[in-house]
């Protein structure tokens, strides 16, 4: 392996590393805003149904 391919291995792998503490940051509030739109979609139900 040349260093020029443990270079880019280093890279993708920091890439991915990088991408997963994204996505782990994000889920809590992608789940919040999920939680807050059923709550608005409920709210819209129960006012056309009355």
Do not use: D, R, W, Y
């Not at 392996?1 to 994000?26: N, P, R, S, Y």
């Not at 807050?36 to 819209?44: D, N």
Request: net charge positive; aromatic share 2%.
């Amino acid at each position: 392996m040349t260093k020029h391919q443990e270079k880019l291995l280093v890279a993708a792998l920091c890439g991915l590393v990088i991408a997963a503490a994204g996505a782990f940051a994000v889920q809590p509030a992608m789940a919040n805003n999920n939680q807050a739109i059923s709550s608005i979609q409920h709210v819209m139900v129960s006012t056309a149904v009355s």
